[in-house]
C-alpha cells in the first residue's frame, strides 16, 4: 500500500510523468481498438478510397484532438499565449516548448494508428485498389477498360464470386500490400532516426535556453495549480467565515427577541470552526485580507490581466512568502520578537 502511495504522490507531483502515462494509455486504447476493429470495404469504385482514407485518417484525428483534451499544458499554453502582458512579460521561447512538448504526446496515438494500418494494409488496398496500373499486370490484357475497372474495385473482396480464386486480384493485392508496408516501415524508421538524432545531438549543444523554457514551462503550469489550489483554500475559509457570520447574526436576533437563553456565565458560546479555521487568523492573514466579493472580484481581475512580475525582491508584497508554498507563516508579533529579543 505504502507504494502505491508513493507512485500516487509522485504522479500527482509531476505533471510530466501524468502527461507522458496519458500517452502510453491512448497508445494502447488505440492498438486494442485496430485489433478489435472490423474492416468491411466497399468494393466499390465511387466509394473504395473515400472509406480507405477516412479510416486511415479520421481515427487519428480524433486521437489527436484526445490528446489534446488530456493534456493539460494544452489549456495552460493557449492561456499564456492569449494573456495581457501587463506587469510580466511573454516569452514565445516558452510558449513554443509548451506547444512542442504538446503536439508530441498528443501525435503518438494517431501515429501509431496510422502505423498499424499501413502494415496491416486493408485500408491502403481498398484505398488504392481502383487506381493500380492494369499494364502491370499481365491478367488484364483481355479485358476491356471497363471490366478492368470493375474488377479493381472488388479486388478487396476476396469472397466476391467476380474475383474469388483469381490470381490477378492476388496479384493486386500483394502488391499494394507491400507498397503499404514498405511506406509503413520507412515512417516508422524515419520517426527512430529522427528521434535518436534528436536524444544524441542534445548534450551537443548549449543546454541553457532548452533549461530555461523546461523551467519557465513547469513554472507557469505549477503557478496556475497553485493559484487553483489557494483560491479553492480561500474561498473555503470565506465560505466558514460567512456562515460563522450568520450564526452570530442569528444569535444576537434571538437574544433580542428573547427566543434563547444564555449560558450560565452569561457570556456567548464562541464559535469555533473545524481545523481552528476562526482560531487562527494569523496564520491564513494573506487570504483573510480578501473579504468582500468586490475584492474577490478585483484579485481575480487583476491575476489575469495583470500578473506579478518574476522578482520576488521587487516585489514586497510577495517577499515575506518566500519560494516555499507550503511553509506555514509566523505571526508578525512573533517575527519581531525574535529579532528583538538578543
Not at 473504395?48 to 477516412?54: D, R
Not at 493557449?78 to 514565445?92: F, I, L, N
Not at 487562527?280 to 489575469?304: C, F, I, M, N, P
Request: hydrophobic share 40%; with cysteine.
Amino acid at each position: 500500500m505504502e507504494k502505491f502511495r508513493t507512485l500516487f504522490q509522485h504522479f500527482q507531483s509531476s505533471s510530466e510523468s501524468v502527461m507522458n502515462g496519458i500517452c502510453l494509455l491512448l497508445a494502447a486504447v488505440t492498438v486494442k481498438l485496430y485489433s478489435s476493429f472490423d474492416f468491411n470495404c466497399p468494393c466499390l469504385a465511387r466509394y473504395n478510397a473515400l472509406y480507405g482514407l477516412g479510416l486511415l485518417l479520421t481515427p487519428p484525428l480524433a486521437l489527436f484532438l484526445c490528446g489534446l483534451l488530456a493534456n493539460r499544458q494544452s489549456v495552460v499554453m493557449v492561456e499564456e499565449w492569449r494573456r495581457p502582458a501587463g506587469q510580466r512579460r511573454k516569452d514565445p521561447g516558452v510558449i513554443r516548448y509548451m506547444c512542442s512538448s504538446v503536439l508530441q504526446r498528443a501525435l503518438a496515438a494517431p501515429l501509431v494508428w496510422i502505423l498499424l494500418a499501413l502494415l496491416d494494409g486493408k485500408c491502403f488496398v481498398c484505398a488504392f485498389s481502383s487506381s493500380v496500373d492494369p499494364e502491370k499486370f499481365l491478367d488484364f490484357a483481355n479485358m476491356t477498360p471497363s471490366q478492368v475497372q470493375l474488377f479493381l474495385a472488388k479486388v478487396p473482396c476476396k469472397e466476391d464470386e467476380l474475383v474469388r480464386d483469381s490470381p490477378a486480384r492476388k496479384a493486386v493485392s500483394r502488391y499494394l500490400r507491400c507498397l503499404s508496408q514498405a511506406i509503413g516501415w520507412s515512417i516508422a524508421l524515419l520517426l527512430i532516426v529522427v528521434a535518436f538524432l534528436a536524444r544524441c545531438l542534445r548534450p551537443c549543444f548549449d543546454q541553457t535556453v532548452f533549461l530555461q523554457r523546461r523551467y519557465w514551462s513547469n513554472y507557469v503550469d505549477l503557478e496556475q495549480k497553485l493559484f487553483d489550489e489557494t483560491c479553492c483554500e480561500h474561498a473555503r475559509d470565506f465560505a466558514h467565515r460567512c456562515v460563522l457570520h450568520f450564526f452570530a447574526s442569528m444569535q444576537s436576533e434571538m437574544r433580542a427577541r428573547g427566543l434563547r437563553r444564555d449560558t450560565a456565565g452569561g457570556s456567548p458560546e464562541p464559535l469555533e470552526g473545524p481545523d481552528g479555521l476562526d482560531g487562527d487568523g494569523s496564520r491564513k492573514a494573506h487570504l483573510r485580507a480578501v473579504s468582500s466579493r468586490e475584492q474577490v472580484d478585483r484579485l481575480l481581475s487583476t491575476w489575469y490581466s495583470s500578473k506579478p512580475p518574476l522578482d520576488l525582491v521587487a516585489s514586497p508584497g510577495l517577499r515575506e512568502g518566500g519560494l516555499n508554498h507550503r511553509a506555514p507563516t509566523v505571526a508578525p508579533g512573533a517575527r519581531l520578537s525574535q529579532h528583538t529579543d538578543v
